[in-house]
């Protein structure tokens, strides 16, 4: 090789890793430089706690160095989880320059804990699995789950939208074509990625990617304190970056994505003080910030009583077990041995056929055909709630529940499937395989704080409402830091879908309001 044949290729090379490290729109870095920056940043969080919520995926090296933050930008959006990368990625493609800042160390937010899936109806998955759905069907069963009082415009345009959801996210490389069951739901409509594992991660790594992808700035250790105004109008932040250096960001409009107040107990304990005592499934950053700055603003709130308890939660870890488990077929059991209630029903109903129980736990118990169905499963194994026998009688022994007593119930619930009729609860749905494939498994599980249904007030347009129920310019919010759509019980699958469709729209027309200005 001549030297200027070396030459030229070592400035070709140079040019390429240099392209490489500056990629996604010069919002990151090279590798290196990019880390050692994000190490700077979580050394200066006071709060180590938080990093212990880091998971893989959500890595390091996906943020955007504090050296490249900007004095202002079209769309703030304040909160990293599901619903503020999905609304970034809207804005984005709606020509817009949005920033992200998320409060933790992390992206993902509760999201990352999602687990059954996302709920949508008149899918193409569905089509192609001959699973016959309708809107109106999706919107009468949420509604009754709500026990009718659900906001009635919000979810007619949630069911209506749930397809397109599913689409977009197939469209961006986010493919949810696994579809099972959740409680209080007559047909297969709860996503999950194709090999049936957990959606949150999932989803939280495919929304990172594409943030990435299209060069949007995330900013992690970004506490948002306040939202600004001027003239009537949401136009920035004030946010705090490693807890010491506070700046105020300039927007044309504010997006707040900051999830609920599920980890806050002083607010839940104002507005539910039976709730005192429960361990919460939600991740250390749900406090309700969101919420607050808002109703300093002017906003009004929705619902805020309205809490769901989940009814499978492993205690000692306060870790949600997912609805699929129960979706693909397992049974609640008591320390009797015995089923109590109709499994697929409701949260609240199951929930409180739980506290029902002196002792106020129970096991779910399944087999080797729902563990191979719910890749979830090995991650309960992974942190040791699950225990594990060859037959029911040792695995009654583990429980320590009486052997005959568990056999019995098992048979009695295997010739229920068999028939398809459940005689003693009613169960019509999971109920596709039965429980005789050992080795079989039990998890204890007891209630534990799961979702605050209640939040801040929007329409269907995602902007935030004041008490007169009118728009405030320039202020959008979406997932679970609104409330309403949900009414006094959320389905299980409904809040990813939630975030994603209304995530989507306050991209969109946040997009639309600034383009206006």
Not at 41 to 48: E, S
Not at 246 to 264: D, H, M, P, Q, S
Request: contains cysteine; hydrophobic residues 35%; glycine residues 12%.
């Amino acid at each position: 090789m001549t030297k200027k044949t070396t030459t030229a290729l070592i400035l070709v090379l140079s040019l390429v890793l240099v392209l490489a490290g500056c990629g996604g729109g010069n919002q990151n870095q090279a590798k290196n430089q990019t880390q050692d920056q994000n190490q700077s940043q979580n050394a200066g969080n006071k709060d180590k706690g938080k990093e212990a919520e880091a998971v893989s995926g959500a890595s390091q090296t996906s943020y955007t160095p504090i050296d490249q933050l900007k004095d202002k930008y079209d769309i703030i959006i304040v909160g990293a989880g599901g619903a503020g990368m999905t609304a970034a990625l809207e804005a984005k493609a709606s020509g817009m320059n949005p920033v992200i800042f998320e409060k933790m160390p992390v992206a993902g937010g509760n999201t990352t804990k999602a687990s059954s899936g996302m709920n949508a109806s008149e899918t193409k998955f569905q089509k192609e699995q001959g699973i016959e759905d309708s809107n109106d069907l999706f919107y009468e069963e949420t509604l009754k789950g709500g026990h009718d009082t659900n906001d009635k415009e919000m979810l007619r345009f949630f069911v209506d939208n749930s397809a397109a959801a599913i689409d977009w996210l197939d469209s961006i490389g986010i493919r949810l074509n696994n579809i099972t069951i959740t409680g209080g739901m007559s047909e297969k409509r709860t996503h999950r990625p194709e090999d049936g594992s957990a959606v949150g991660q999932y989803l939280v790594n495919g929304l990172l990617k594409n943030v990435n992808e299209q060069g949007i700035p995330l900013f992690v250790n970004a506490d948002v304190k306040e939202i600004t105004e001027k003239d009537g109008k949401a136009n920035g932040v004030k946010v705090l970056f490693n807890q010491t250096d506070e700046k105020t960001i300039e927007a044309g409009a504010v997006v707040v994505t900051t999830g609920g107040f599920g980890a806050n107990m002083d607010m839940i304990s104002k507005v539910r003080p039976d709730l005192q005592g429960y361990v919460t499934t939600n991740q250390t950053g749900s406090t309700g910030d969101g919420i607050q700055m808002i109703e300093k603003l002017g906003g009004t709130t929705v619902d805020m009583d309205q809490i769901q308890v989940h009814p499978t939660v492993q205690q000692e870890k306060s870790y949600l077990i997912g609805e699929a488990v129960r979706g693909e077929g397992a049974i609640l059991v008591s320390s009797e041995g015995k089923r109590f209630t109709n499994e697929m029903d409701t949260r609240d109903n199951v929930t409180a056929a739980i506290n029902k129980l002196p002792e106020k736990s129970a096991y779910l118990v399944f087999d080797s055909g729902v563990k191979s169905r719910v890749k979830a499963i090995e991650q309960y194994e992974k942190m040791g709630f699950v225990l594990q026998a060859d037959s029911t009688e040792t695995l009654a022994g583990q429980m320590s529940v009486p052997a005959d007593a568990l056999k019995t119930t098992l048979d009695t619930w295997n010739g229920a499937v068999k028939n398809k009729k459940d005689a003693e609860f009613g169960r019509t749905t999971g109920m596709d395989n039965d429980l005789s494939a050992g080795p079989y498994f039990a998890i204890k599980i007891g209630p534990g704080i799961h979702y605050t249904m209640g939040g801040v007030k929007i329409n269907t347009n995602t902007e935030v409402l004041n008490k007169e129920g009118q728009a405030i310019p320039g202020l959008f919010a979406a997932g679970e830091v609104t409330g309403g759509l949900h009414g006094q019980n959320r389905i299980g699958g409904n809040s990813v879908a939630e975030i994603i469709i209304f995530g989507r729209q306050a991209g969109i027309k946040s997009a639309e309001y600034v383009k206006a200005q």
